[in-house]
């Protein structure tokens, strides 16, 4: 087998230089808790292919299913000649994702196309045209949703113009905005709209009720609750990007769920299927049945093996209630996140939710961004053999992803090398 550093050459040869990677080893295996590379390099795996293998790599359920669907058909473009685990998808999206009323749901590939599909379904049903976004917003990187998203390098330099009607207002960022209370922050966000946007042009109001490429940014309490009832009250169609934050990683099948928020629409991706290319739209069917037939689709949204990967996978987090993995894994990669920061000046907080964690690095006594400190930190964990991963607008949140089945074991020294790298 070609060693990691061969591949590497190769790559650089045939690869598009503006794809990157987090580590340059090349995966032979994956599963459990680990990433193995070709030269039989072990990581503990704290990335998840970003929040996307929940219930691991491989995982035999979702092995099994792929393989029989495979051996059955491979694709017919439900478009084309429907079949039953697209609708068996929908179904169980519409009976898990908050909110008691009628849903309705489509499939699409990527995360990015789910959004923009969310936008296209609440412009048709409203007959209005704006989308209101947030600060520290990250919803993808087609010409639609990098107007959506807030933060321009890596993800927007350059690939302009972009999709008008697009207004972006301020974020609860507990951190960042003197601790305003959520209540606060919501009606400086909503007079923002008012004076600027005007309640009647909005179609969408899009937010990540945690934010995920942000900096894994927790919004005060009361500022999710807030802005739901104005969009009640204004007949703007709430969206919930839960794309990241979805299926069992926040320790609730679903983000919003925490503080009783019920969507109108929400947008999944990432942890739907397991690791095969899924994504939806699930919302009131009011709303996403207003759409003429043919309005929404794709050749490969829904794709029958990915559908069978969803069913599987979904199968996996309830047999193993992968929300209580969640809040298990939380309760101790929390603890051992405090205990690292009360001993070292550079951790302004410790912040997020069940599996999802992170902490801000800053120069001390300041809340002054230190990116490079961050990268220090991550280097050394990859050097060790833990794969962590970076976000945040100024580059200086380490967050923490696992598989919500990675073993105690492996949890354990993955927080042992991450101590070590904070020296
Ligand atoms: C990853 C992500 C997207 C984009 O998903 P892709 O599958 O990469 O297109 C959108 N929104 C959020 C919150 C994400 O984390």
Redesign the pocket.
């Known amino acids: 087998m070609a060693t990691s550093e061969e591949l590497h050459k190769r790559r650089v040869e045939a690869v598009a230089r503006g794809v990157g990677s987090t580590i340059p080893a090349y995966v032979d295996r994956a599963g459990g808790g680990t990433i193995t590379d070709v030269d039989g390099r072990e990581w503990i795996d704290f990335a998840a292919g970003?929040?996307v293998t929940n219930v691991g790599n491989s995982a035999p359920r979702v092995v099994e299913a792929v393989r029989a669907q495979v051996e059955r058909f491979t694709h017919t473009c439900f478009m084309v000649a429907p079949y039953e685990s697209y609708v068996a998808v929908c179904e169980q999206l519409n009976a898990l994702t908050p909110g008691g009323f009628e849903k309705r749901s489509a499939l699409f590939n990527?995360?990015?196309?789910a959004?923009e599909n969310a936008v296209k379904i609440a412009r048709h049903a409203t007959g209005r045209p704006a989308v209101v976004v947030f600060d520290h917003a990250?919803?993808?990187?087609t010409n639609l949703?990098m107007a959506l998203t807030a933060k321009n390098m890596p993800y927007k330099h350059r690939f302009g113009p972009f999709a008008g009607e697009v207004y972006r207002v301020p974020m609860s960022y507990p951190l960042r905005d003197g601790g305003l209370d959520g209540a606060t922050a919501a009606a400086r966000s909503i007079e923002m709209i008012e004076k600027q946007v005007g309640a009647e042009n909005v179609a969408a109001l899009l937010i990540?009720p945690i934010q995920?490429?942000g900096g894994f940014v927790v919004p005060a309490e009361g500022f999710l609750p807030a802005l739901r009832e104005w969009a009640t009250a204004a007949g703007v169609v709430f969206v919930a990007?839960e794309?990241?934050t979805g299926f069992c990683r926040t320790g609730d099948w679903f983000a919003c769920a925490y503080e009783g928020v019920e969507p109108d629409l929400i947008?999944l991706?990432?942890g739907i299927a397991g690791g095969l290319p899924l994504?939806a739209v699930t919302g009131r069917a009011e709303l996403m049945d207003a759409v003429h037939v043919g309005g929404l689709g794709g050749t490969y949204g829904g794709n029958p093996i990915a559908c069978a990967a969803a069913l599987a996978a979904m199968e996996t987090m309830r047999e193993l209630d992968l929300a209580a993995a969640a809040r298990r894994i939380g309760a101790v990669m929390g603890e051992r996140l405090r205990a690292i920061a009360a001993g070292d000046p550079r951790v302004a907080e410790v912040r997020g939710r069940g599996a999802m964690l992170a902490v801000e690095i800053v120069v001390p006594g300041t809340l002054t961004p230190d990116p490079a400190a961050t990268a220090a930190i991550s280097a050394a964990c990859h050097a060790a053999g833990l794969l962590t991963l970076t976000c945040g607008t100024y580059g200086n949140v380490l967050r923490f992803l696992p598989p919500l089945v990675i073993s105690d074991d492996e949890l354990g020294r993955g927080l042992d090398i991450l101590e070590a790298a904070f020296g």
């Open positions: 970003i929040a990527s995360g990015a196309e959004v990250y919803h993808g990187r949703t990540e995920g490429e990007d794309i990241q947008t991706a990432k994504a």
